[in-house]
């Protein structure tokens, strides 16, 4: 296993000061946040200086019901290979669900969901992981996901889950044990017996990460300090098995570089303490029988055709899918309060890339951005990205909500022409500007 040691999550607002950052032996960055023929100088200069980049993915959905598209591979797999990678990383998680397989419009989350702990959920996991295994050219491994609701009817333990996961494919695991936190909280799951049935030799590396609480809930923001609840975490981790790697994730709210050094000073005291006496059972050895989806399965045979398992998966997470970002009837078995959590967790998340992706918007928009993004959320879910949603809730505002304001109007209607056509607003004649915002009128 490829030792890693301390690292930090890469973003662009801190690339200055990880570079300065004592002790940092690898980074992580968004993988659809880098271009592989345009890397950041950043990670260039990191690169030369022996600091190994980690791409890590958040857009494949393994966790789907449908399998894992060959452009999305493909990109992963060119910026794992212009990063010289020694791995990949991605989620069990799912983003999208609709489409072909249950003849309805397809719809995206804009975020990680958590997949049931089923029996058909692992088939289809697994096959999804084994392509995405054949099309990568370096090692995969894959995090568990902090998650505010729970599937109805589950018939495993995330321990059990994602140890049968990887006896099943040879996967490795990205633990977060923040997310562990969060889903005790959330889901009252004990993160030592989740812990304690792991495959401990198949953790590539581990994540920390903050958060906050508000009524009950634990929201994985990436963008608090990281508490002592998961360094907690981390001690359980650490009296099991030294990780290869530990790495911080900040997203937004960044602090001054000494407060994240601080925090890293932290994480790297907790794996360096000596191992205290743990609770449950000895790791790896899971702790109660592991159910076997394939019934006398021999480890690592592939399972049989995963055609059904494929359907029935498809149509449950459309239908949560579609009650938490379409409004729909809450499918029957979940707690609806907390869909309803979730559901605003969504629709601020997007609200927050949206401004991110085109933050020309809230400019345009000044303090009534927010409130004007969520009316449109609301009954407007997104289906083809964030970029897509940015020009969609222009035109939302200019041909259905009827901004009032003249001066907002036009600077808003200049930026949505500038950018909804094939060609920048200055390289297309004026005649065929009017022709397409004739067009544009004329579908509203």
Not at 56 to 62: F, I, K, T
Request: proline share 8%.
């Amino acid at each position: 296993m490829e030792q890693l040691g301390t690292g930090i999550g890469w973003r662009p607002e801190i690339a200055e000061a990880v570079e300065r950052m004592p002790g940092i032996d690898w980074v992580e960055a968004v993988a659809e946040n880098v271009c592989p023929g345009h890397l950041p100088a950043s990670l260039l200069r990191l690169r030369e200086r022996g600091v190994t980049v980690v791409p890590h993915g958040v857009s494949l959905g393994l966790g789907g019901a449908d399998r894992p598209a060959e452009g999305r591979l493909a990109d992963l797999a060119a910026r794992a290979e212009a990063l010289g990678s020694p791995l990949v990383t991605e989620h069990i998680a799912f983003v999208r669900a609709g489409g072909a397989l249950t003849a309805s419009p397809p719809l995206e989350a804009g975020h990680l969901l958590p997949v049931p702990r089923t029996r058909d959920a692992l088939d289809v996991l697994c096959e999804n992981i084994r392509i995405a295994q054949d099309a990568l050219p370096v090692p995969l491994a894959v995090e568990n996901i902090a998650a505010l609701i729970s599937w109805p009817g589950e018939e495993m333990t995330e321990g059990q889950f994602l140890y049968d996961l990887v006896d099943r494919t040879g996967v490795r695991l990205l633990i977060d044990v923040a997310n562990l936190h969060t889903n005790h909280v959330n889901r009252g799951e004990d993160p030592a017996k989740a812990l304690a049935e792991l495959p401990v030799e198949a953790i590539a590396y581990v994540h920390v990460a903050g958060g906050f609480e508000r009524d009950g809930v634990w929201h994985d923001s990436h963008a608090h300090a990281v508490p002592q609840a998961v360094l907690d975490v981390l001690a359980e981790l650490a009296s099991r098995v030294r990780p290869p790697g530990v790495l911080l994730e900040r997203d937004e709210n960044f602090p001054e570089p000494a407060e994240l050094e601080r925090e890293l000073a932290a994480i790297r005291a907790t794996v360096d303490a000596p191992a205290r006496k743990s609770t449950g059972a000895p790791a790896g050895t899971g702790s109660t029988p592991l159910p076997k989806a394939d019934g006398d399965r021999v480890p690592g045979e592939r399972p049989a055709a995963t055609g059904p398992a494929r359907q029935r998966l498809a149509l449950a997470q459309a239908a949560l899918l579609s009650a938490l970002v379409g409004g729909t009837p809450v499918p029957e078995g979940f707690d609806r309060t907390r869909l309803a959590v979730q559901a605003r967790a969504l629709a601020g998340k997007r609200a927050d890339v949206v401004a991110k992706v085109a933050p020309e918007l809230p400019e345009i928009l000044a303090g009534s951005y927010r409130r004007a993004f969520l009316a449109y959320a609301h009954g407007h879910p997104m289906t083809d990205g964030y970029r897509r949603d940015a020009l969609d809730f222009a035109a939302h505002l200019l041909f259905d909500a009827r901004v009032e304001d003249a001066g907002v109007r036009q600077r808003l209607s200049d930026w949505w022409l500038e950018r909804s056509g094939p060609a920048p607003l200055s390289r297309r004649p004026a005649a065929r500007l009017a022709r397409a915002t004739r067009r544009v009128l004329l579908r509203r």
